[in-house]
């Protein structure tokens, strides 16, 4: 079963509330991704897990928290969104950080207003 | 930075059309390289990769081959069919992560 699930899949949330995504894979994956996606642009990665090691992007380091408290989960927090953080939303996981063969979940739509 | 430029936003070909979707990147080191697709309504899947120079990847009648000399891995298919319709992304892999291009939404008419 090569399936990541993400809830919720649409999140509407109002300017300055707090916003937490959750991520569940099966497959005993030791890498976890989350990337955004907005129209027109490329995906975004935004932070990963590489089994309890958390590697997060420079650009958007203090913008985004997140939790595996297990293999299979992974949270991603804001604290206070913006109207900046609408966007698909979208996690993934791997075997092993170098393959580059990610199994992607289909996403969560952010709607900040 | 790293990045990765697909030329073409949009595609529109009839069946049996021959594709090609231009993929040209730039990095710090010797990247792997992927495609992926994107359903409707689906998260990304892995196409293929390709991992060295002059190497060739493929998956489901797509490929493409790693040039070095010209940073590219162009995505060609010989003769699409509807159901090929989807959103193609071009990726490279550097020290654990995969930086996406802008992807190319390809559209097939019956």
């Known amino acids: 079963d090569t399936t990541v699930k993400q809830n919720p899949r649409y999140k509407l949330a109002r300017v300055g509330k707090p916003v937490n995504l959750i991520c569940s894979q099966t497959m005993n994956h030791d890498t976890m991704y989350w990337y955004q996606k907005k129209p027109n642009q490329a995906p975004k990665l935004l932070l990963f897990?590489?089994?309890?090691?958390?590697?997060r992007e420079a650009d958007t380091f203090e913008k985004f928290q997140s939790s595996r408290p297990n293999n299979s989960f992974c949270s991603l927090y804001i604290g206070s969104a913006g109207l900046e953080y609408s966007a698909m939303y979208l996690c993934a996981s791997s075997s092993g950080r170098r393959t580059g063969q990610l199994y992607f979940g289909e996403g969560s739509k952010l709607t900040v207003l | 930075g790293d990045s990765v430029t697909q030329t073409e936003g949009q595609v529109a070909l009839s069946e049996e059309d021959f594709l090609t979707i231009h993929c040209n990147y730039s990095a710090s080191g010797y990247p792997a390289l992927f495609w992926y697709v994107q359903y409707p309504g689906e998260g990304p899947q892995f196409l293929f990769r390709?991992?060295?120079?002059?190497e060739k990847g493929s998956s489901r009648g797509f490929e493409a081959t790693y040039d070095k000399g010209t940073t590219s891995f162009h995505l060609r298919k010989a003769s699409v069919q509807e159901s090929d319709s989807a959103v193609y992304y071009c990726?490279?892999?550097?020290?654990?992560?995969?930086?996406f291009g802008q992807g190319t939404k390809l559209s097939i008419k019956p």
């Open positions: 390709a991992s060295r120079d002059k």
């Open positions: 897990y590489y089994d309890k090691i958390l590697n």
């Open positions: 990726a490279l892999g550097l020290q654990g992560k995969l930086i």
